[in-house]
């Protein structure tokens, strides 16, 4: 009779059969287990995506101090994606928009979008150029008495009140008069933590801010309610002003293809989250859907052939202890597969489909992963023990009964 | 060597209560070779799989080797089992997705053999069984015969003191049971304790020892009888 020669031994028998069990079923287990990984990993991104569209959507319209029926959205589904020069034209004719005699003014949703590249445009009563900005918050807009200029929380830390801010173009000089904060005149209590990152009503400017950013293919994308400009006017009625937008879209070689409507309720904007991100969506429910079920086949099929397969084990002396060792580092092997995936295909999933400069997703992407870590780990582990647990409480003799009927 | 003192065993559940087993006594000695036999459901399989320690007796003591089997817990059974115990099962029990070699390597697994070591008992007992040149075969690749000798030799290479076999004959041709039993019979000669069940009389046959169980009860003892024979003798 031979006695053990100690755990070490014993975990590398353990391993081989694990890795014997493992490479039997080697697609289905990659299948179900990487499957499963990139879809966690998908599901996570585009919830970040979507959640923060749907929250831009929802925060952009509380924090508005002009009654929603005035407002009005030119809905410019054309520019969703534009070349840098068109972003540009498309600035100056938003900025046109803008009459103080009819009380009309416009705001482009993305007042800063192009700010690698190229200057930082604000839609105010003058397009004031700031350098090169990295964000959306660092957008200046000069009030009425064409001195003064108010300057976004970004824009704030380098221009402090009191400093001035040349314009590049038009070589005016502003008087730096106040930073936009939380809790001031301009932002509403209600709003995010500073800057022009939610809509504020300016003197009778109207700015919105919303994510955009350049793609890797020098293309502009833009995210969240950024394919629409806000039009506030309180007196003329839709048709004078959708005749006015038309008016001027011609002068500027503008091609808008909806005209102006009423905002829609924040529920309303979110319905229209689906069809905006169909592919996604698409892509995201058909892995899911595929490697549920494929995780689930294989936990139920192989919980039929692991009941006998454990019993054999028992019956030719293993212990119970070798075969919880066992179906733990095969659980180990599964969660580091799943986490690879995970990893991975959100990876991918954010640079091609979002590309790779856009760091609010990359920022979510990095802050998620240890949540999707868990997830997955969890998740495998979960499945796991509870089937486990089903044949641990089960006898041996139960185990193999298969085996024994006549 | 194995020794049972008034075992009972009883399946209890919502819709059914089955004694199995009614207070059987019986000791088998090292180096015997015995057949168990009755009607199906007279309860032969859960005597075995009592004494190979894959479950548990409601009521009475066992032992092997003096070990108490009805005082030992789950993780105490595995190691009686891993010591005492191999097993030989109607329909082969093997994994269907390994290979010969490796189905037979798993009672080496368990018992923590050296790689070079496994090597040498594996093809020494498929060499013994005639089916060294099936190592790399699937089991779904052979006849019912050759995984019946693959399984004997799963049960051989671990060196176990004793081999059970539940209606090892069970779904092989008369020919194979023929040449399995000669295998048994061997494997006895060289000292191992072998426990047979069994309904068939020709598979009996090969025992020294017939114990014939009827409704969980012992209703003959081949063993018994020839004790008193040497009793009345003397
Ligand atoms: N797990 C079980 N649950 C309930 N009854 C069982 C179970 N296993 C066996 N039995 C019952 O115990 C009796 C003896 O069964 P078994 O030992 O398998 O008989 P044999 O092997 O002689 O055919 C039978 O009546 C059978 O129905
Ligand atoms: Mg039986």
Not at chain 1, 91 to 119: H, M, R, T, V
Not at chain 1, 189 to 194: D, E, S, T, V
């Amino acid at each position: 009779m031979r006695i053990e020669t100690g755990e070490y031994m014993k975990i590398r028998h353990i391993l081989k059969i694990t890795y014997m069990e493992i490479n039997q079923h080697l697609f289905n287990f990659i299948i179900t287990t990487f499957m499963l990984g990139v879809s966690f990993g998908l599901l996570f991104i585009s919830f970040t995506v979507l959640g923060q569209y749907g929250y831009k959507l929802i925060k952009n319209q509380s924090v508005l101090s002009v009654p929603a029926s005035q407002l009005y959205v030119i809905n410019l589904d054309y520019y969703k994606w534009f070349s840098l020069d068109t972003a540009k034209d498309m600035y100056e004719f938003i900025y046109s928009l803008n009459d103080k005699e009819q009380g009309i003014c416009a705001g482009l949703s993305f007042p800063g979008a192009l700010n690698e590249d190229i200057d930082v445009y604000c839609i105010s009563k003058e397009l004031l150029p700031v350098g090169k900005l990295t964000d959306t918050q660092g957008t200046a807009a000069v009030l009425e008495d064409g001195e003064s200029v108010i300057v976004g929380y970004e824009l704030g830390k380098r221009y402090p009140v009191g400093s001035r801010i040349v314009d590049e173009n038009s070589g005016n000089v502003y008087n730096v008069t106040q930073v936009l904060r939380r809790g001031s005149e301009w932002l509403p209590p209600n709003a995010a933590k500073g800057g022009i990152e939610e809509a504020v009503r300016l003197d009778n400017c109207l700015i919105m801010d919303a994510d955009a950013y350049v793609r890797t293919n020098g293309y502009l994308s833009i995210l969240a309610t950024s394919d629409t400009v806000y039009c506030y006017q309180p007196e003329l009625g839709e048709e004078e002003i959708n005749a006015y937008i038309d008016q001027k879209a011609e002068v500027y070689g503008m091609r808008v293809y909806h005209t102006i409507s009423l905002q829609k309720a924040a529920w309303e904007s979110l319905l229209e989250i689906p069809q905006t991100y169909s592919v996604d969506i698409g892509l995201i429910t058909i892995m899911t859907i595929i490697s549920v079920i494929a995780i689930f086949i294989s936990i139920l099929i192989s919980n039929d052939y692991k009941k006998q397969m454990f019993g054999i084990l028992l019956s030719c002396g293993w212990t119970g202890r070798d075969i919880r060792v066992m179906t733990l580092l095969e659980c180990a092997s599964r969660v580091v597969l799943a986490l690879l995936g995970a990893i991975l295909g959100s990876y991918f999933y954010i640079t091609y489909a979002y590309g790779a400069e856009n760091e609010v997703i990359h920022q979510a992407y990095f802050i998620l992963l240890p949540v999707l870590i868990l997830v997955a780990a969890g998740f495998l582990i979960l499945c796991n023990s509870w089937s486990v647990h089903r044949l641990a409480i089960q006898k041996p003799k139960d185990l193999i009964g298969g085996m024994y009927k006549e | 060597m194995i020794w049972l003192k008034n075992v009972s065993k009883r399946y209890v559940g919502d819709e059914f209560d089955v004694l199995a087993l009614n207070h059987i006594n019986l000791e088998i000695q090292a180096g015997e070779f015995v057949a168990i036999t009755g009607a199906s459901g007279s309860g032969k399989s859960t005597l075995l799989n009592l004494i190979g320690c894959m479950d548990s007796a409601s009521e009475g003591e066992l032992y092997i080797d003096s070990l108490p089997l009805h005082q030992a817990n789950t993780g105490k059974l595995d190691q009686i089992r891993k010591q005492y115990i191999s097993f030989v099962f109607q329909h082969f029990a093997l994994l269907p997705e390994f290979t010969v070699y490796e189905n037979v390597e798993i009672p080496l697994l368990a018992r923590s053999y050296q790689r070079k070591e496994r090597r040498e008992r594996i093809r020494e007992a498929l060499k013994r069984l005639g089916i060294e040149k099936y190592e790399k075969k699937f089991p779904d690749q052979l006849s019912g015969g050759q995984q019946q000798r693959v399984a004997i030799a799963r049960a051989l290479v671990a060196d176990s003191p004793i081999i059970l076999a539940d209606e090892p004959t069970g779904a092989i041709d008369t020919k194979n049971t023929e040449q399995l039993m000669e295998f048994l019979s061997e494997i006895n000669k060289n000292g191992k304790t072998v426990i047979v069940v069994t309904h068939s009389d020709f598979v009996a046959d090969y025992a020294k020892r017939v114990i014939q169980l009827n409704d969980g009860l012992i209703i003959r003892d081949s063993g018994k009888e020839e004790k008193s024979h040497e009793k009345n003798n003397q």
